[in-house]
């Protein structure tokens, strides 16, 4: 192998399409760390138009930020309440009769040919 | 019983006239030569017949054994080591399937038009099963982890590097710059990736690309943990990350169909890929197409990895397969897997120089910047804990595994702009 006789076709290749996709998953970073300003910001002026000062915005939303670890630990705790509701039953222990209706389908009787049978 | 023996009778006095007849006319014919004749037809039929078994043929192929020992040794590493099951067991049936020496001419073999596996294999020719596994993917794939911190998608863009640098190796040992691109492929760690590029450069290489990619990503659990020990230092590993933001339901909506816009503007070439991804992982996070992502994740892309399975499998005919070119894939498959891993640690310590104190980054997480998903993030995880039992990776370990497969199907698109 001597990386020297590769043509600069090739090397172009490699150098140019390495940094396009980086560059594509830069621009892809740069607006997913803009769009949750963008979406803020909306939120924001959408409680500004209902008269609520940006302070108290400020303040609910320092209240209402609640880490993924928070939420894993209420998920898990309705998980397992639910869970458990299952085990809680009614202690009522009925017993049904099964009926066992007549049908001539698969009777025993059609199965034996009576005709000079034997005896 | 009386009844039943007197028809009894009556049906083989009828069956035995037919060739009492026959008989006399062979005896009319040409007297005692009947016999001879007979014998004839039974020889020459069972001779006939042992030219159709796959005994007699196998002394034309004797290298289809070495195939069907590979078959068999896919199937055990995945029944004996859980080595990537779901693939390797259809690819290893499909190696077994694709060698057994058969006479050709009666569209039977998976390369003879008009063959039932000949029509299976279209989907791969043609390039059409890779999107639909990119479609179960996309509804299987939660981006919140990546959504909540954008920044780790570089690591995805860092692990590239394998695809390019295999791309030179390639055209260094002498390969064509189509066939080289498609080899580089498999250092993005992705099959189907691999399969609809290689289905386009170089489909005569595209069973041992296939074969290549899927047996390192069933590796994956053991190329990468040296490799991740030999670059990052036992303090680095031992770096606890913030646990990441919650994510809001807009924002799970916008990122596919901003991702689509932006990496399909970017890389049409690309476009069966990524936009089946990102319509995947649509049908998931909207919320209204629940039936629909359930058939993507679920039942179709159980049906087309049974498909594509068994047919890459059957695709490594002996006398197609066992070249010295397959040799060197392999070889530049195993470098550019090592390259990948090697370039997302690198570039994961190289960022953690840039950032400070609680931003800063384990390492570790470089290592799922190659897109075998969810398989590099599991080792991560699992070396994350051996160095701290308490280090939870895997959440931040899916960000880059998942920016990994958007990188790996751009360079794909980049790499079938340049070559096509």
Known sequence: ?119 | MKRFITLFGVLSLLFSLQFIGGGFEAFAAGGAGAGDTFLEHASKGLETFWKFTGFYNLMDNPANLIMIGVGLFFIFLAIKYDYEPLLLVPIGTGVILGNIPFMEGYKIGLYEEGSVLNYLYFGVQQGIYPPLIFLGIGAMTDFSSLISNPKLMILGAAAQVGIFATFLGASALGFTPQEAGAIGIIGGADGPTAIFLSSKLAPSLMGAIAIAAYSYMALVPVIQPPIMRLIIPKRERLIKMKPPRAVSKVEKIMFPIIGLLLTTFISPSALPLLGMLFFGNLLKESGVTERLADTARNAMINIVTILLGITVGASTQADYFLTTDSLKIFGLGAVSFMVATAGGLFFARLMNTFLKGDNKINPLIGAAGVSAVPDSARVVQHEGLKSDPNNHLLMHAMAPNVSGVIGSAVAAGILLSFLM
């Open chain 1, 1 to 119: 192998m001597n990386l020297l006789l590769v043509d600069s076709m090739t090397w172009t290749i490699t150098v140019l399409g390495w940094f396009i996709v980086f560059v594509a998953l830069v621009f892809l970073i740069g607006v997913f760390l803009t769009v949750p300003k963008l979406l803020n910001w909306g939120i924001k002026r959408s409680l500004r138009k209902k008269n609520k000062s940006t302070e108290k915005v400020e303040q609910a939303d320092d209240t209402v930020v609640i880490t993924g670890e928070t939420n894993a630990a209420i998920a898990m705790a309705l998980h397992m309440y639910f869970n458990e509701q299952h085990d809680e039953e009614s202690n009522v222990i009925t017993i049904k009769e099964v009926k066992k209706r007549y049908s001539p389908w698969s009777s025993k009787v059609y199965n034996f040919n009576n005709v000079n049978f034997p005896r």
